[in-house]
């Protein structure tokens, strides 16, 4: 069973730049939910996407946005990079959206450095 | 507002010296009850979900309990790998979905 993958592992852009990070689900499931978790706090809900749509999202401005794509992997794209931007970004995926029990598990993340 | 809060912030034990972490929540429709680790620099490693109050989970070491505000996980005799950050996490619905409302963590340091 493969688990959550990401890419990069790294990205180092300047203010006003744009990035599209890369989330591979695990194995089996079909809901990818994206979060950003700055120095020293826990992580805060981005968005999530099943069947390749939006499916709730965090109180984040429309400059972050994502896809997903039949094969349930995503893509997280920011726009209009900020210092306040440099985060880890994590994605987790999860068997079924809306169910009760839906453990989600994490990727290892993408360490954002916006200068 | 949906709330977690987590404490002790930061516990240092001995190795062998049991303690337990906190983890508060006032939710709405809460779903479910997580528990990560998270070493630095990594993704957090999933370790228990827990559904109704009354709920105990085990995993080596480790014990988590859910009450209907609180849950706890309990570290019996410690040993230096212990030694990480412990998320909680309530799941809570959104749109027509799940999303996790995280605490900020308790970082243990486990020491020989």
């Known amino acids: 069973e493969t688990g959550v993958t990401q890419s990069p592992t790294h990205l180092i852009k300047t203010r006003g730049q744009q990035v599209t990070l890369r989330c591979s689900s695990q194995?089996?499931?079909?809901?990818v939910s994206w979060y950003q978790q700055a120095l020293g706090q826990g992580p805060q809900f981005i968005f999530q996407?099943?069947?390749?749509?939006?499916?709730g999202r965090g109180n984040f401005p429309p400059r972050f946005s994502g896809l997903q794509f039949p094969n349930y992997s995503s893509e997280l794209n920011v726009n209009a990079l900020e210092l306040d931007d440099s985060a880890l970004y994590l994605c987790?995926?999860?068997?079924?959206?809306?169910?009760?029990?839906?453990?989600?598990?994490f990727g290892p993340g993408t360490r954002l450095t916006v200068l | 507002e949906d709330q977690v809060t987590q404490s002790p912030e930061a516990l240092r034990l001995q190795e062998g010296e049991s303690s337990s972490l906190n983890c508060s929540y006032t939710?709405?429709?809460?779903?479910?009850l997580f528990w990560y680790r998270q070493d630095p620099g990594k993704g957090p490693e999933f370790l228990f979900t827990?559904?109704?109050a009354g709920e105990e989970k085990e995993k080596e070491r480790l014990k988590a309990t859910l009450t209907k505000k609180e849950s706890f996980l309990h570290i019996t005799a410690p040993k230096p790998e212990d030694s990480a950050t412990y998320l909680c996490a309530a799941s809570i619905l959104t749109g027509g979905g799940n999303k996790l409302t995280f605490g900020t963590g308790t970082q243990l340091k486990v020491e020989l």
């Open positions: 194995s089996g499931h079909n809901t």
């Open positions: 987790a995926s999860s068997l079924a959206v809306g169910q009760p029990r839906n453990e989600q598990f």
């Open positions: 996407y099943y069947r390749e749509e939006e499916n």
């Open positions: 827990l559904y109704s």
């Open positions: 939710v709405s429709g809460l779903r479910g």
